[in-house]
């Protein structure tokens, strides 16, 4: 259980679903959490939740598309910690889901900007801490889409296609500053947000058996590997898509 | 500790990153079982494995023997009981030759230790997993797999790249049993095995920082940690996955 002690990590995304997940993970892991999050109010719910329970864990609120907003963020952990360890993109939304010829120009831009933009952003602003300090581990969510293609997904597939491959530039550019950067990339997930998916009679045992191990992971399930890319123990690996998918993708 | 109570075959772990992978799983708390070819070897791990206070045993196993592989999963249940929880597949052998010169006796000796042997233990051993419902499987492929080495094994390399089909295979069949069947692809680590082939000087030199972006070649302990991560709870939805442990050195392959 400590397997990222005394490590700083800022989390986007983190005041429900996976990115809750991964906060409780990396807390009991021994990492100091900062839940940076659109929705202030339920950050601050699951922050003080960890806090109480777990480790030091703060909420922030913030727009991960924000640029000058980012800045400050950053700033402000580096004053309260001295050090920033380990930056989660896991801030992420999923539109509903529709024929491609059909979705506004207005929300494919809202998906590439949370999605993908969001990862350029706050990677961008944390990286020249990070060569300063001479290390630091960035993980992003990146999906099973990619490997795997469904249909009326087609800017969130976009979005998630290409995370994973910034993931593989961003890591080759910044490997020689001791920098290392991977994705997780979730198959099925049983989060708050999609239990209407999960509540028509028969789709959970339709999904599983798509699966090989036959289950729907729960945010808890995916957390370990977050908290094993982000640590010193996979020190040799970067620019790698960590698939947990029971199997789903193949390896595709 | 995270392997308490558990069963682990570890083949090919007398020494080298299979030996590596023993000492982090005994240090968890499990029983291993140190199957190699070289028994004088294996052996010696054991008593080493002892000595720090954990349970191992050796047992001689030629994995391209059918009769062999039995006699290992027999062997094994006759020390520790009938669950087998963890099967490593580390053995291999990488036999270099100029292209023109390769022979088939290399060929089939590469294959039979790295694919065949790999997949009629795993056969073995989840027979028994399955009944448990439980259990987990390692095998180890290689960046050859992915890339073709300038340093011409075309045996290894094929026979590394079809360990990831052998991967996802084995994972799609034994899946719904409960079994995780995943994968590590290390890049050169600095095993006796990479030491007696290339030299030691191999290790050096500016061209380590140009082929591996993090600027070092791997330590077996790099894929013992991966491969602990692999059949911890932390993983037990990761499955069917190739597990790149490479330093970065396939971005750096890409990099034109």
Known sequence: MNLLKEKVAIITGAA??????????????GAKVIIADINEEKAQITADEIDKTINSCVAVGLDVTNEPAIKKTIDQVIEDYGKIDILVNNAGI??????????????????????????????????PIFIKQ?????????SVAGPI?????????????????????????????NIRVNAVGPGHVDTELNKATFSVPGAREAMCSTVPLRRISLPKDLAGAFAFLASDKAGY??????YVDGGLSQNK | MEF????????????????EMASSFFKEGAKVVIADLNLEKAEETVKEIKQQGGTAVAIKTDITDMDSIKNLVKETQKCFGKKIDILANVAGVCIQEDIFESTEKSWDLTMNINLKGMFFLSKEVAKIMAKYKQGKIINI????????????????????????????????????????VNAIAPATTKTQMITDLFGDDYFKGEWVRTSYPLGRIADPIDMADAVKFLCSEDAKDINGHTLLVDGGCLLAYRRK
Request: a positive charge; hydrophobic letters at 40%; aromatic letters at 8%.
């Open chain 1, 94 to 127: 999923q539109p509903p889901k529709q024929p491609f010829y059909e979705i506004e120009g207005k929300m494919w831009d809202r998906a590439l900007e949370v999605n993908l933009k969001s990862v350029f952003l706050c990677s961008k602003l944390i990286v």
């Open chain 2, 141 to 180: 492929s290689s960046t050859s797999g992915y890339i073709t080495s300038t340093r011409c094994s075309m045996a290894y390399d094929v026979s590394k790249a079809a360990v990831r089909m052998l991967t996802t295979g084995l994972a799609e069949f034994l899946g719904p049993y409960n079994i995780n």
């Open chain 1, 134 to 142: 001479g290390f630091g581990s960035i993980v992003n969510t990146a």
């Open chain 1, 16 to 29: 429900q679903g996976i990115g809750k997940g991964i906060a409780i993970k990396f807390a009991q892991e």
């Open chain 1, 149 to 177: 293609l469904w249909e009326g997904s087609l800017s969130y597939i976009a979005s998630k296609t290409a995370v994973a491959q910034i993931t593989r530039t961003m890591a080759l550019e910044l490997a020689p500053y």
């Open chain 2, 4 to 19: 308490t109570k558990k069963v682990a075959i570890i083949t090919g772990s007398a020494q080298g990153i299979g030996k």
């Open chain 1, 237 to 242: 690996i970067t620019g790698h898509i960590l």
